[in-house]
Structures are given as structure tokens and as C-alpha cells.
């Protein structure tokens, strides 16, 4: 009862932002400003440099244990581009469905993610 009362007072405060206003009152007093388009790129990138570097520590730590087994990793880059892929999608995943609803980026840009 209390989860549908909470969706129903989402779908407000989601309906008057679609319907242009760009500032309201959501529940509590808290303010809900629509994101500019300079909020979400920041918080792209930041997460791009984020997954970015974990690819990166990814790839080099591989490669390390490899190179003990007497094994390397030859095309970098491509392993890089690989692995970056992957931690892409878990790591949007993981981070907006745990307990704080955003990825770094977005916390950064403090902007909340919410379900229609």
C-alpha cells in the first residue's frame, strides 16, 4: 500500500516535469529540477572516465597475471576496448539499481535517477 501511494506521487512529480515545468515540490519539501543538458554531460563523462579506468586497471592487471602463467596480452587496446564494454553495461547496472540510485556521474551532478 505504502510502495503504491510512493509510485503514484512519482508519477506526479514525473508528469509535471514532462509537461514543462521546470521546478517543483516532491515530497518532504524537496525540490525537483529538470537536468540541463550540460548536468547529463557531466555526468556521462565523469563516468566514462570512470569505466574508463577501471578498463584500464583491468587490462594491466590481466596482463600481470598472465605474464606470471608466461602468457601476454598482445592487442591492448582491443582487449581494452573489450573489457570497457563489459564493465559498461555492469557498472550502469550495478550502480543505479543499488542502494543509491546513481553512478558516480551522477552523484557528481547530483542528479536521481527514478521509475515511471
Known amino acids: 500500500m505504502l510502495e503504491q501511494k510512493?509510485?503514484?506521487g512519482n508519477e506526479r512529480i514525473i508528469d509535471k516535469l514532462n509537461n514543462g515545468s521546470e521546478e517543483l515540490v516532491g515530497q518532504g519539501g524537496n525540490r525537483a529540477i529538470k537536468p540541463t543538458f550540460f548536468?547529463?554531460?557531466?555526468?556521462s563523462i565523469i563516468d566514462l572516465v570512470v569505466v574508463g579506468?577501471?578498463?584500464?586497471v583491468g587490462v594491466f592487471a590481466a596482463d600481470a597475471l598472465l605474464k606470471i602463467a608466461g602468457f601476454a596480452i598482445s592487442e591492448k587496446f582491443t582487449m581494452a576496448f573489450i573489457i570497457f564494454m563489459?564493465?559498461?553495461v555492469f557498472y550502469m547496472s550495478i550502480m543505479e539499481s543499488g542502494k543509491k540510485s546513481a553512478t558516480i556521474g551522477k552523484k557528481v551532478a547530483r542528479l536521481i535517477i527514478t521509475k515511471r
Do not use: L, R, Y
Open 39 to 43: 548536468d547529463a554531460f557531466k555526468a
Open 86 to 88: 563489459v564493465v559498461m
Open 6 to 8: 510512493d509510485e503514484i
Open 53 to 56: 579506468a577501471i578498463s584500464t
